[in-house]
């Protein structure tokens, strides 16, 4: 069990975030959506032990959190996080070296570091480029190794910082699919993310947050239809909710859910949104 009670934190004299509750264990999979400075990657800070919060507390599996290093070890096993810039998180020049990096830390058996890399690669698609030297990869293919080197702890808990970012269409939908899988096996997730349609998507709980605040929380469908709570923390409506409510259709989770619906809307808005995705709209 991983959540904050009312947790205060700055890093000089100004409050960054000012009394979050917050609980990884609420939903399987938690979008964290704010304003850039809201307080997001603080929170994530936060949650790994990164950082300490001057009041309140971590609570982890029930307890405030210790911060001894047998205490933050411990806690990093269960609770794995992925940076937005993979390039802070891989320091290997190959892939198996930079994976096996904290297993070995741990003491672990070479056999059982090789399968658990084997199995992190396989649930990332990343065998294909396994044995190219990391400088020679993609920034997709970074991120997934730096996924990669989150599932390898098999950790209950992923923290993943904007996992859309920098990644084409192609890769935002491969990545949406990696965590719905990861998502499958019983993790928790938590996502922040500026892709207010990814997250409105795929996370089954939503927390706003604002100068350093949770200001809503609850499943996609009732936050993101609290315009109010929306335009206050400086976001836009994903674009399924502006249907719903300003054209009255029904409220659908994804386009696919539209499109079987409403086949004949399904040309005009893929063609709509490729020429938004490339920004010409
Ligand atoms: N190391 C730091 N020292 C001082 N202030 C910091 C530091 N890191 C972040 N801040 C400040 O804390 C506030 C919250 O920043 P944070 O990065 O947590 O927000 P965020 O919601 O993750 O933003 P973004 O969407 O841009 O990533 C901002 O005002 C930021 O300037």
Same mark, same amino acid.
């Given at each position: /069990?991983?959540?904050?009670?009312?947790?205060?934190?700055?890093?000089?004299?100004?409050?960054?975030?000012?009394?979050?509750?917050?609980?990884?264990?609420?939903?399987?999979?938690?979008?964290?959506?704010?304003?850039?400075?809201?307080?997001?990657?603080?929170?994530? /800070?936060?949650?790994?032990?990164?950082?300490?919060?001057?009041?309140?507390?971590?609570?982890?599996?029930?307890?405030?959190?210790?911060?001894?290093?047998?205490?933050?070890?411990?806690?990093?096993?269960?609770?794995?996080?992925?940076?937005?810039?993979?390039?802070?998180?891989?320091?290997?020049?190959?892939?198996?070296?930079?994976?096996?990096?904290?297993?070995?830390?741990?003491?672990?058996?070479?056999?059982?570091?090789?399968?658990?890399?084997?199995?992190?690669?396989?649930?990332?698609?990343?065998?294909?480029?396994?044995?190219?030297?990391?400088?020679?990869?993609?920034?997709?293919?970074?991120?997934?190794?730096?996924?990669?080197?989150?599932?390898?702890?098999?950790?209950?808990?992923?923290?993943?910082?904007?996992?859309?970012?920098?990644?084409?269409?192609?890769?935002?939908?491969? /990545?949406?699919?990696?965590?719905?899988?990861?998502?499958?096996?019983?993790?928790?997730?938590?996502?922040?993310?500026?892709?207010?349609?990814?997250?409105?998507?795929?996370?089954?709980?939503?927390?706003? /947050?604002?100068?350093?605040?949770?200001?809503?929380?609850?499943?996609?469908?009732?936050?993101?239809?609290?315009?109010?709570?929306?335009?206050?923390?400086?976001?836009?409506?994903?674009?399924?909710?502006?249907?719903?409510?300003?054209?009255?259709?029904?409220?659908?989770?994804?386009?696919?859910?539209?499109?079987?619906?409403?086949?004949?809307?399904?040309?005009?808005?893929?063609?709509?949104?490729?020429?938004?995705?490339?920004?010409?709209?």
């Amino acid at each position: /069990m991983l959540s904050t009670q009312n947790l205060h934190f700055r890093y000089q004299d100004e409050p960054v975030l000012k009394g979050i509750d917050f609980d990884a264990d609420r939903f399987s999979v938690s979008g964290l959506v704010g304003a850039n400075g809201s307080g997001k990657s603080t929170l994530f /800070m936060n949650l790994c032990g990164v950082l300490r919060p001057q009041q309140g507390a971590v609570y982890w599996q029930g307890e405030p959190l210790g911060y001894s290093k047998r205490a933050l070890m411990a806690l990093r096993q269960q609770v794995a996080t992925v940076f937005q810039d993979p390039d802070q998180q891989i320091f290997y020049t190959d892939i198996d070296s930079d994976l096996a990096f904290s297993l070995r830390n741990l003491g672990m058996d070479e056999a059982v570091i090789g399968a658990r890399i084997d199995d992190a690669l396989d649930r990332v698609d990343a065998q294909s480029f396994r044995h190219q030297p990391i400088q020679a990869l993609s920034h997709g293919q970074k991120k997934r190794v730096a996924i990669a080197g989150a599932l390898v702890m098999d950790a209950d808990y992923l923290l993943l910082d904007e996992p859309t970012a920098g990644l084409d269409p192609a890769g935002r939908e491969h /990545m949406k699919a990696i965590i719905r899988r990861i998502a499958a096996e019983g993790k928790h997730v938590v996502i922040s993310s500026h892709d207010i349609d990814l997250v409105y998507e795929i996370c089954d709980g939503i927390y706003v /947050m604002a100068a350093g605040e949770v200001i809503a929380s609850g499943t996609p469908d009732v936050v993101f239809c609290q315009g109010e709570k929306l335009a206050q923390a400086g976001l836009a409506q994903p674009w399924l909710v502006k249907l719903h409510q300003q054209l009255g259709f029904p409220l659908y989770r994804n386009e696919d859910d539209l499109f079987a619906v409403h086949p004949g809307a399904g040309s005009a808005f893929t063609r709509h949104r490729s020429v938004a995705v490339k920004g010409v709209a």
